[in-house]
């Protein structure tokens, strides 16, 4: 009953959000930037309550630490928000028909948005932002990893809210409890959208149980193939930062992919790697190419399982091809459809990478780590969707609204 209550306050809130100006809430919006980086100390220790509960080898443990430049990047991003323009309110298209109705399709909010999140406090940030901007109300569902770094984040939103005038329940966060997300999943008429952030395992059961409809993100299996034109210098280094940037985010490297002619320039494409203690599963061709120049400690032979796995640590997976097909037909059995990216000179090569390889970023001779809103000049987002349905890639301001069609008239009736 408790938590009826919470979603009926929020679903409240929510509309009271259609009478506020965009002014009102870049006011809210720059006050919290500031005050988030005022209140660093207060955050910082709290996270680190979490991290101690936390083994220090556990992928999440980097996506639940929060510092003191983390926090100042999360501020950045909110103020890029600020600074974007409203998503609500755009006319998407206007007509007259001969009847003299005037029909309008304008962007709206989606009303209520739910995130259920593991481990990512900075999360909680990103989502009130982008979810005020775009004139929603949230409910956050995070896990009980990060539980009092989510409670203080929360704690520095309300006071900013309530110094404005705003409705507290603009965001609210719920217990960790697993029955907490089953009312969650099930909370139709309270809630009008789902974006699962985190396992694989965590977006399988949300969209398995959902009452809710569900937008998929996280999950990311990105594979890089240097091509048999590959440079192997700009190859080195999409393949260092892809993999060892922040190894624990989704849009990190967890296969190579090398066609055959290549396996000499294998070792000084992957050398760098070393440096960070990167393990390598790799086939038969590619360790025979790889040994006795990559650290045998740090090199082992691949197994079925160690492609198409998220590896979310300083490992990764190297494949072997015979041709740019056998490339594309690897990519298309193992990707999650999140990033992938050739290494290539050759211009019909990248084109046909291009078109066909689906996943919902593409690149060619850039790093998978550039899969993120505020690179894509989004100011920051909510998730990486992988999906086709609504929304795909960074999803940010746009991708929070829906729409409706606003019809004007004189008196019209349609004729029997």
């Not at 775009?134 to 770094?149: E, H, T, V």
């Not at 398995?208 to 240097?226: D, R």
């Not at 396996?263 to 006795?292: C, R, T």
């Not at 609204?401 to 606003?406: A, E, G, L, N, Q």
Request: charged share 25%; hydrophobic share 40%; glycine share 6%.
């Amino acid at each position: 009953m408790k938590i009826k209550r919470q979603l009926q306050n929020v679903l409240n809130a929510s509309r009271k959000l259609n009478l506020v100006s965009e002014e009102e809430i870049n006011k809210v919006l720059l006050d919290l930037a500031n005050e988030a980086e005022k209140q660093t100390g207060f955050i910082l220790k709290e996270n680190e309550e979490d991290l101690s509960r936390m083994d220090i080898s556990d992928p999440k443990y980097d996506r639940l630490k929060l510092t003191a430049e983390r926090i100042k990047g999360i501020a950045a991003d909110i103020r890029n928000v600020a600074s974007l323009p409203c998503p609500v309110g755009r006319v998407l298209s206007e007509t007259t028909r001969p009847n003299g109705l005037k029909i309008t399709k304008i962007s709206v909010p989606f009303g209520v948005i739910g995130i259920i999140y593991e481990a990512r406090p900075n999360v909680t940030f990103d989502v009130f932002s982008l979810c005020l901007k775009s004139g929603n109300a949230c409910i956050l569902k995070g896990g009980s990893d990060a539980i009092y770094s989510n409670k203080a984040i929360l704690k520095v939103i309300h006071k900013i809210l309530a110094k404005h005038g705003f409705d507290r329940n603009t965001v609210a966060l719920l217990p960790a409890g697993r029955d907490e997300t089953n009312e969650m999943l099930n909370a139709r008429g309270f809630i009008d959208l789902i974006i699962p952030r985190g396992s694989q395992g965590l977006i399988d059961f949300v969209r398995e149980n959902s009452k809710i409809p569900v937008i998929e993100t996280g999950a990311g299996i990105c594979h890089t193939y240097f091509d048999e034109s590959g440079d192997q210098e700009k190859g080195r280094e999409i393949v260092y930062n892809a993999k060892t940037r922040r190894p624990s985010v989704c849009n990190a490297l967890d296969c190579l992919i090398v066609h055959r002619s290549r396996l000499a320039n294998l070792p000084y494409v992957a050398s760098k790697l070393a440096q960070d203690e990167v393990i390598i599963y790799a086939d038969i061709e590619a360790f025979s190419a790889l040994e006795g120049y990559y650290p045998g400690h740090l090199l082992l032979p691949a197994t079925e399982e160690s492609f198409g796995t998220e590896f979310l640590s300083l490992k990764m997976a190297v494949k072997t091809v015979s041709c740019f097909e056998e490339a594309l037909s690897h990519i298309a059995r193992y990707s999650s459809k999140h990033s992938e990216s050739i290494v290539s000179e050759d211009k019909e090569n990248i084109s046909m990478f291009l078109k066909m390889v689906d996943a919902s970023s593409v690149y060619a001779n850039v790093s998978t780590a550039f899969t993120d809103g505020a690179q894509f000049g989004l100011g920051a987002e909510i998730g990486i969707s992988t999906q086709k349905l609504h929304a795909r890639g960074p999803m940010a301001l746009e991708e929070l609204t829906s729409y409706k069609w606003i019809i004007e008239g004189n008196g019209q009736v349609r004729p029997k």
